[in-house]
């Protein structure tokens, strides 16, 4: 089991981002952050005016868009929409519920479960998501489910975004909740742990505390404890 896959899924503000990067940079693998890639259609879609419920403007939009991951020079990744780096303009609050509603309709989920797959083959990988153990990577050599209570997710979410966004705590913890219920109840790929995958509470940890647990999981399953 030297070239494994990893998937991480969780809902937001568990650390996924930090967490998945740190966990394989330690393995010397590559990061997939698989929800950049919804935020990509979803920005696309805004700009063309395309409803997230309208499926046949994204099937239209699909066969015509380009995502492609680069790596950058602090070993990270940058989302490409064709040629223009989007990596930044898709973390906006709107964006984010865009996606959560784009992600649910199953044309769009179609069009990026192949490119999800392809950036798997040769394993040696961490992907990001919220359904990659459970639909994505059903076979994935180890899952895990990172979470947090709420309200410290919704605290760290307002660290990273407040300054950049302007919203207050309680706006941030508003749209958490509504983009938690919405991935949780849509109907398909819902947001939930794989039965298989290891469970982690974030919740008082550190990151290199969460990444060293992570570590101690990985190690087990190689030595097929």
Known sequence: MDALLITIDGPAGAGKTTVSRRLAARLGYRYIDT????????????????????DRALADLCRGLRL??????????RLFLREEDVTDLIRTPEISLLASGISARPVVRGFLLEL?????????????????????????????????????????????S???????????????????????????????????????????????????CMLAHIAARRAGV
Do not use: H, N
């Open 35 to 54: 929800g950049a890639l919804y935020r990509g259609v979803a920005l696309a879609a805004s700009r063309a005016g395309v409803a997230p419920d309208d």
């Open 68 to 77: 492609t991951f680069r790596g950058s020079g602090e070993g990270g990744q």
């Open 116 to 160: 999800q797959r392809e950036l798997g083959r040769a394993k040696r990988a961490v992907f990001e998501g919220r359904d990659m153990g459970t639909v994505v990577f059903p076979g994935a050599d180890v899952k895990f489910y990172l979470d947090a209570e709420p309200g410290e997710r919704a605290r760290r979410r307002f660290t990273e």
């Open 162 to 212: 407040a300054a950049a966004t302007g919203q207050s705590l309680e706006s941030v913890a508003a749209d958490m909740d509504r983009r938690d219920r919405q991935d949780r109840s849509r109907p398909v790929a819902p947001l939930k742990p794989a039965p298989d995958a290891i469970r982690v509470d974030s919740t008082g940890l550190s990151i290199d505390g969460v990444v060293d």
